[in-house]
């Protein structure tokens, strides 16, 4: 029987690419916003609204970049501490190291697996004065309840710290209110790895609603450049190029239809799995599903499915089980609170497998193995 893997990531055909990546060559002109670049800050700005769109080489550039803008703006660059949660990708923590701060990791919420926002105010009350900005995450791509998206920003404009939102495994998410993610002037920054659900290879968007910050991410993104080839900042080359631009356009034109197959699968899960016990994330129908993230009833339960999965060649694997504090490189950044919440969420994470061509019958296969694995422990 042939392995279902646990990513069977696709990227748009050749030709799909090649359709628009002849602008490029047309004209040749290959990076530093050429065709398609342009072309695509118009359209992804279509698709979420009108809000303003930066597209970049990658989220880690991109998280860099918003939080420099944000810090910038608000005067709170030399400020050592930036807050996050813990139970998000390394990248979140990493993009703050690289800025030369400190993360101070908070917990999250046990049901919609999002930063906590009471953690949140008691952090910026307990370190007032030090934090630089707040970096918050869209887990797993899944935006927050509507209500708790609000409360952060409340909570960090009563402290008068910035806030930018690492989303990125959700672009095209929408929130129990039916919004699209990213459309707000806090700075919300995506992923398009070949990993994700809008998939290109690598690169990333920075999006945001205030025109100010929208300028400030653009001329960071390229070289600080703010009239012609004048640095007004210091920035850094993020730039997307325009064979990567290509890939975007060509991924957009059917990603809807990525979106739609990637939810049916996750609702197919949601339905087997929930009468066992396994729990899926508040507000999931609106995400984008890189994978089919769950938790385990407790801890024996996740060890007896990641066996059976390895057993039976299905590629079930555990995702944040090792929360970003616990990494070596994060061990010594401050902490509020003891983390209960993501370390209890880290011991029964799992995560199913995805692809937008996954079969009724790989499906089912993971179904199979997930529920025979349950029922035995």
Same mark, same amino acid.
């Given at each position: 029987?042939?392995?279902?893997?646990?990513?069977?990531?696709?990227?748009?055909?050749?030709?799909?690419?090649?359709?628009?990546?002849?602008?490029?060559?047309?004209?040749?002109?290959?990076?530093?916003?050429?065709?398609?670049?342009?072309?695509?800050?118009?359209?992804?700005?279509?698709?979420?609204?009108?809000?303003?769109?930066?597209?970049?080489?990658?989220?880690?550039?991109?998280?860099?970049?918003?939080?420099?803008?944000?810090?910038?703006?608000?005067?709170?660059? +030399?400020? $050592? *501490? @930036? %807050?996050?949660?813990?139970?998000? !990708?390394? =990248? &979140?923590?990493?993009?703050?190291?690289?800025? /030369?701060?400190?993360?101070?990791?908070?917990?999250?919420?046990?049901?919609?697996?999002?930063?906590?926002?009471?953690?949140?105010?008691?952090?910026?009350?307990?370190?007032?004065?030090?934090?630089?900005?707040?970096?918050?995450?869209?887990?797993?791509?899944?935006?927050?309840?509507?209500?708790?998206?609000?409360?952060?920003?409340?909570?960090?404009?009563?402290? +008068?710290? $910035? *806030? @930018? %939102?690492?989303?990125?495994?959700? !672009?095209? =998410? &929408?929130?129990?209110?039916?919004?699209?993610? /990213?459309?707000?002037?806090?700075?919300?920054?995506?992923?398009?790895?070949?990993?994700?659900?809008?998939?290109?290879?690598?690169?990333?968007?920075?999006?945001?609603?205030?025109?100010?910050?929208?300028?400030?991410?653009?001329?960071?993104?390229?070289?600080?450049?703010?009239?012609?080839?004048?640095?007004?900042?210091?920035?850094?080359?993020?730039?997307?190029? +325009?064979?990567?631009?290509?890939?975007?356009?060509?991924?957009?034109?059917?990603?809807?239809?990525?979106?739609?197959?990637?939810?049916?699968?996750?609702?197919?899960?949601?339905?087997?799995?929930?009468?066992?016990?396994?729990?899926?994330?508040?507000?999931?129908?609106?995400?984008?599903?890189?994978?089919?993230?769950?938790?385990?009833?407790?801890?024996?339960?996740?060890?007896?499915?990641?066996?059976?999965?390895?057993?039976?060649?299905?590629?079930?694997?555990?995702?944040?089980?090792?929360?970003?504090?616990?990494?070596?490189?994060?061990?010594?950044?401050?902490?509020?609170?003891?983390?209960?919440?993501?370390?209890?969420?880290?011991?029964?994470?799992?995560?199913?497998?995805?692809?937008?061509?996954?079969?009724?019958?790989?499906?089912?296969?993971?179904?199979?193995?997930?529920?025979?694995?349950?029922?035995?422990?």
């Amino acid at each position: 029987m042939n392995a279902v893997p646990f990513l069977r990531p696709q990227l748009p055909s050749l030709s799909a690419l090649g359709a628009y990546y002849r602008l490029a060559e047309e004209a040749r002109f290959f990076s530093n916003g050429g065709p398609c670049e342009r072309l695509l800050r118009s359209r992804l700005s279509d698709y979420l609204g009108g809000v303003g769109c930066v597209p970049v080489t990658n989220a880690t550039s991109g998280l860099v970049v918003a939080l420099r803008a944000v810090m910038d703006a608000r005067g709170t660059t +030399e400020l $050592p *501490l @930036v %807050v996050v949660p813990s139970y998000t !990708f390394v =990248a &979140t923590a990493g993009a703050v190291r690289v800025l /030369g701060h400190q993360p101070l990791f908070v917990d999250v919420e046990p049901a919609g697996w999002q930063m906590d926002a009471d953690a949140l105010a008691d952090a910026l009350s307990d370190h007032g004065g030090q934090v630089a900005a707040v970096l918050a995450t869209h887990t797993f791509g899944t935006p927050p309840r509507a209500d708790l998206q609000r409360r952060w920003q409340a909570v960090c404009d009563a402290a +008068e710290v $910035p *806030l @930018v %939102v690492d989303a990125a495994a959700g !672009f095209g =998410a &929408t929130d129990d209110s039916g919004a699209r993610s /990213g459309r707000e002037a806090t700075p919300h920054v995506y992923s398009f790895h070949a990993t994700k659900s809008f998939a290109i290879g690598e690169g990333g968007l920075v999006t945001t609603l205030d025109e100010d910050l929208l300028a400030r991410v653009d001329a960071l993104h390229s070289f600080g450049f703010t009239e012609g080839r004048i640095a007004g900042y210091a920035g850094i080359n993020a730039k997307m190029d +325009e064979l990567h631009a290509a890939s975007a356009l060509a991924v957009l034109d059917t990603f809807d239809t990525v979106l739609a197959r990637r939810r049916a699968i996750a609702a197919h899960y949601r339905e087997h799995l929930t009468p066992l016990g396994f729990r899926f994330q508040v507000g999931n129908a609106g995400g984008t599903w890189q994978a089919g993230y769950v938790t385990a009833p407790d801890p024996e339960t996740r060890t007896a499915v990641l066996a059976a999965g390895a057993s039976g060649r299905v590629g079930i694997t555990a995702y944040y089980d090792r929360p970003a504090h616990r990494h070596p490189a994060y061990a010594d950044a401050p902490r509020h609170g003891p983390l209960d919440v993501t370390e209890a969420l880290a011991a029964r994470a799992l995560a199913l497998p995805m692809a937008n061509d996954l079969t009724a019958e790989e499906v089912d296969r993971v179904v199979d193995v997930v529920v025979g694995a349950a029922r035995g422990v």
